[in-house]
């Protein structure tokens, strides 16, 4: 979508950066700008920091930068036309769109009231006599005529084209149909619904629109869950079930359930903080969402073995986002919804108000696989707790487990505790060793991947990066920099194509700031570009660093035509020198 570029200045100007980043999390002055504790990573120490001249931001932390537009894509998980939208719905602006994107908008447009009829389709099959089997289903499994009505359960008759006929009777095409994933197409050509034989769990996002379904098989067929695929309105990576209920009920505390059942019967118990992934495990993106509405979350997964695994997966996930986690144990059930049929809900709240620290919860694993009645076992066991102690951050926490890890065992705290820290010291060494030696060898330039040439050319990087950051802050300073470098100065590729959009802004009389080149670059590369600026050291003589960083490139130049000319054959350099002459005259 080609969005005039007149808008999106008007856009920048509407949404002030300080305003929105503050609505999602807490800034605080430092100096003539403002910092927080940084959205996209964990950390204890504000290192974003909102630079409220040139209306951006910069994570010293993670890398994360760019202007407000980049901020909203990486927040919520959104494209560029995505996150514009949201903004200009947020300043009261409308968005112009060309022939194109008026077109996708209306596709979405129609996918939603689409699928919203579709779950007035099975929810009426479900109340119907058609529906018994699936009604059955449900109140077998616990449910209220209540619940069943608040979540919107429904039932898919168990024939090909049942749904497909209700949607063209309502005015929708079998093109609609297929891009909302509720019909499938055959080998010749024909639709056939999606959903057969199964009970309906309607996937409703946070404005209230029906972006997907669920669907549980009644009987032993496959699979026993078939879920939506991505379609124009829905993506499974960027959305939760039931997040709609739980968005205002978190107090601070989610739960994250296995399935669409399990949290259907913690939400009827009363625990309406509920959530739970859509036929996939945990994605970063969830994680990132989880975090804008919790700062703790109980894992209450199965506890079988994939439960368990996939809580292994989802505690990392949490960590990395800042939100702390706990693991609820589950005795006696396999699940939340079975524990909760055969204790009631106020054991299972006494089961989430003591859930286990991660700690708790690794170590009572490593407990559960020893066997402590003999002295082999001990030992191993000491080895495999002192490998986890090690790589606890918390020094205080560290010495808490070994005391208790000693007790379990016969040993003295300080046993436990030394050699903990000897291994953390040891793995230390090696990692910083481990730096060192992709230092020496170039191999951090493969994890450079926005400038992958800049570790090889990191003298000519530095320099570009310095004519860049001069430029942003002084875009009349184009024309002197073109006729000393020339077009095609720059050593690498990625520098090279900021300099060409920089020059582009500017040659067209548009504004040079990062909302006006935001829709040219990803989020990554965005954040590359904010810490190119703002990492930029102001000097007294600035032209004089121009004119230092610019010597430098044409050094590089000079040295590399050099080369060039001694492995040329004495022929090639006669032909050269002609063509020079011609160019001349």
Not at 367 to 396: C, I, M
Request: overall charge neutral; hydrophobic content about 40%; charged content about 30%.
């Amino acid at each position: 979508m080609a969005i005039p570029q007149s808008f999106i200045e008007q856009l920048r100007m509407s949404c002030d950066i300080e305003d929105v980043i503050s609505s999602y999390v807490p800034l605080k002055r430092a100096g003539r700008n403002k910092t927080c504790l940084c959205p996209f990573h964990s950390e204890k120490s504000p290192s974003l920091v909102v630079y409220e001249d040139t209306q951006s931001f910069y994570c010293f932390g993670c890398g994360a930068g760019g202007d407000v537009i980049t901020f909203i894509r990486r927040i919520e998980n959104l494209d560029y036309v995505e996150a514009v939208k949201l903004l200009a719905a947020r300043a009261g602006l409308t968005v112009p769109e060309d022939g194109e994107s008026s077109r996708a908008s209306h596709l979405k447009q129609r996918v939603l009231e689409l699928n919203r009829e579709a779950a007035r389709f099975f929810h009426a099959c479900l109340k119907s006599p058609a529906g018994k089997a699936g009604m059955d289903y449900f109140l077998g499994r616990g449910l209220t005529p209540k619940t069943i009505t608040a979540y919107g359960l429904g039932y898919a008759p168990d024939s090909w084209d049942s749904l497909r006929k209700h949607l063209l009777q309502k005015g929708f095409r079998d093109e609609e149909m297929f891009a909302a994933a509720v019909v499938a197409k055959g080998r010749s050509g024909s639709y056939y619904d999606q959903f057969r034989g199964r009970v309906m769990f309607p996937i409703i996002d946070l404005r209230g629109n029906v972006i997907a379904f669920g669907g549980r098989v009644l009987g032993d067929g496959k699979p026993k869950y078939l879920n939506s695929a991505d379609t124009p309105v829905f993506k499974k990576s960027r959305n939760l079930f039931s997040l709609n209920f739980a968005k205002n009920e978190t107090g601070g505390r989610l739960i994250l359930a296995e399935g669409y059942m399990d949290v259907i019967a913690i939400w009827q118990a009363g625990f309406h903080n509920v959530v739970a992934t859509l036929g996939t495990a945990l994605t970063a993106e969830q994680a990132r969402l989880i975090s804008q509405y919790a700062k703790e979350v109980i894992i209450a997964y199965d506890s079988d073995g994939p439960g368990q695994a996939a809580t292994q997966r989802a505690v990392g996930l949490f960590e990395e986002v800042g939100v702390a986690a706990k693991v609820l144990g589950i005795t006696g059930a396999k699940d939340p919804d079975e524990y909760i049929k055969k204790f009631g809900a106020t054991r299972f709240k006494m089961l989430l108000d003591g859930a286990d620290s991660v700690t708790d919860f690794e170590l009572s694993k490593l407990r559960r696989e020893a066997d402590l009645d003999t002295e082999t076992g001990k030992v191993e066991y000491l080895k495999k707790t002192v490998q986890f102690l090690s790589d606890l951050h918390n020094p205080l926490e560290r010495e808490v487990y070994a005391g208790k890890i000693a007790e379990e065992i016969g040993v003295s705290r300080e046993t436990v505790l030394t050699q903990a820290k000897a291994l953390a010291a040891k793995k230390k060494r090696a990692q910083d060793k481990r730096e060192w030696r992709e230092i020496e060898t170039n191999r951090a330039a493969y994890r450079d991947r926005i400038n992958p040439q800049r570790a090889k050319f990191l003298k000519e990087a530095k320099a570009e990066e310095g004519i860049l950051a001069f430029l942003y802050k002084n875009p009349d300073s184009l024309e002197y920099i073109l006729n000393r470098l020339g077009e095609n100065g720059f050593v690498t590729d990625f520098n090279a194509k900021v300099f060409r959009i920089f020059a582009g802004k500017i040659q067209n009389n548009i504004t040079l700031d990062l909302t006006a080149v935001a829709g040219d670059f990803s989020n990554e590369e965005m954040g590359r570009i904010a810490g190119i600026i703002a990492s930029a050291e102001d000097s007294g003589n600035a032209k004089k660093q121009l004119d230092d960083y610019i010597d430098v490139l044409i050094q590089h130049k000079n040295r590399v035509d050099s080369e060039t000319v001694a492995q040329l054959t004495p022929q090639e350099i006669y032909q050269r020198i002609r063509q020079n002459k011609q160019k001349d005259s």
